[in-house]
Each structure stands twice: as structure tokens, then as C-alpha cells.
């Protein structure tokens, strides 16, 4: 059983930068695949980011692309999504995943543990 627990989120202005961070425990972390989604209010959880194994490859969603960055430090079992140039869109609760697979995965069905979530608010 692997935990997953988000920290980082807040209320900055729109073109303001955030960085997320997500610690795991309670498994190897190396093994997952790791992705960021996201979800505001009243509408459906969508996908962010997706990381693989080692790092060395990324996919991002059209909406994020050229303004997220994930990344991931497999020494300290953890996973990061910088942001950058904020907009009042990206305003929701992002929530880390991890996926036991060797694919980069964009469905929210198909990951198998979820952290808490943590709030990103964009005021315009």
C-alpha cells in the first residue's frame, strides 16, 4: 500500500509560479509511474502530467505544455509539478497518483493509489 501525500498549493496571482510536491511512502516508489491531475469544481478529473519510472520521460496535457514541468527524485520517493505562468484556469485541486505500470498513462481509472489533493487557486 503506497500513501501519497501532496503539499505546495495556495493562492497566487495569475503569471505567478508554484511548485507542488508529492511524498510517497509505504512502497518502492521506483516502480510507479507517477502523474499529476487535477480537478475544479464541477467539472471532471483531468490529467496533467505523467512521469515514468526513472524520469526520463514526461507527457503533458495540451493545456499545461511549455508551463508544467514534472519531475521526480527517487532517492526521496518523491514527484514534483513546477508552474509557471498560472493562469486562472489552472485554478482546482491537483492531486498526485501513482500507476504500477511501464506505460505513460493519461486515464484517472487506470492509477492505482491517490494522495489527498491540495488546493491551487489563480486569481486573475
Known amino acids: 500500500q503506497v500513501q501519497l501525500v501532496e503539499s505546495g498549493g495556495g493562492l497566487v496571482q495569475a503569471g505567478d509560479s508554484l511548485r507542488l510536491s508529492c511524498a510517497a511512502s509505504?512502497?518502492?516508489?521506483?516502480?510507479?509511474?507517477m502523474g499529476w491531475f487535477r480537478q475544479a469544481p464541477g467539472k471532471e478529473r483531468e490529467f496533467v502530467a505523467v512521469?515514468?519510472?526513472?524520469?526520463?520521460?514526461?507527457y503533458y496535457a495540451d493545456s499545461v505544455k511549455g508551463r508544467f514541468t514534472i519531475s521526480r527524485d527517487n532517492a526521496k520517493n518523491t514527484v514534483y509539478l513546477q508552474m509557471n505562468s498560472l493562469k486562472p484556469e489552472d485554478t482546482a485541486v491537483y492531486y498526485c497518483?501513482?500507476?504500477?505500470?511501464?506505460?505513460?498513462?493519461?486515464?484517472?481509472?487506470?492509477?492505482?493509489?491517490w494522495g489527498q489533493g491540495t488546493q491551487v487557486t489563480v486569481s486573475s
Open positions: 509505504g512502497g518502492t516508489f521506483s516502480i510507479y509511474v
Open positions: 497518483a501513482a500507476d504500477h505500470t511501464v506505460e505513460l498513462r493519461t486515464s484517472s481509472y487506470l492509477y492505482d493509489y
Open positions: 512521469i515514468s519510472r526513472s524520469g526520463g520521460n514526461t
